[in-house]
């Protein structure tokens, strides 16, 4: 199976990425006591770690969602599917701003993989919005997006880390838990993950 295309190829970073990431947060995503329905991966480009979630998830609906779909899409999707078929089927891309997608049929959770700058805080706050039950965000490009943060904090702790607990503290407003993971530095510096679940349930991050 190969992921690539001759337009944009998946290297082995991206790649490193999205397998890392669904390791640190599946269990918490996709719990088995209560999986979700739908599985939305957002400012998703080509879209590959929600198709490695459908890949080990036959019965998870996944909609990856960007403004722009990009060519490289189809070929990746091919070789998913040449391995697992059925997620030619439970896969939809739309290409559409997260304010026009229609809310999920049933119970949801929300990821978003390196979603540059405030798409992050849009990818969090569709999760609240459509009452998903765990939202799984590994954010990057933080400039501006502190703003609301004290100061001091920003000095102390950098504006990244500011941002993410600022994050933190708006998911806990809206009724989630939040706690933080993180993959290798070696793979990508920008490798904090934020999970916020919906209060009621859940385990500890490892």
Do not use: Q
Not at 48 to 61: D, K, Q
Not at 106 to 116: E, F, L, T
Not at 167 to 195: C, H, K, Q, W
């Amino acid at each position: 199976m190969s992921l690539s295309s001759s337009s944009a190829p998946i290297d082995a970073k991206e790649l490193l990425e999205s397998v890392e990431f669904l390791l640190k947060t599946r269990a918490r995503v996709i719990p088995k006591h209560s999986p979700p329905h739908t599985l939305y991966d957002v400012a998703c480009g080509h879209g590959l770690t929600g198709l490695l979630f459908a890949a080990l998830h036959p019965s998870l609906r996944v909609v990856l969602c960007d403004a722009r779909r990009p060519s490289s899409f189809a070929p990746l999707l091919a070789a998913v599917a040449a391995v697992r078929p059925h997620v030619r089927s439970s896969v939809t891309y739309v290409e559409s701003p997260l304010s026009a997608l229609p809310p999920p049929p049933g119970s949801s959770a929300v990821i978003a993989v390196h979603a540059c700058g405030s798409l992050t805080d849009a990818a969090l706050a569709f999760a609240a919005d459509v009452s998903a039950s765990t939202a799984a965000v590994m954010p990057c490009c933080y400039t501006g997006t502190a703003a609301g943060a004290p100061a001091g904090a920003r000095r102390m702790l950098g504006v990244g880390l500011a941002a993410d607990l600022e994050r933190a503290y708006r998911m806990e407003a809206r009724g989630f838990r939040t706690d933080f993971s993180a993959i290798a530095e070696e793979i990508t510096p920008m490798n904090r993950i934020l999970v916020a679940e919906r209060r009621g349930g859940g385990h500890a991050v490892k």
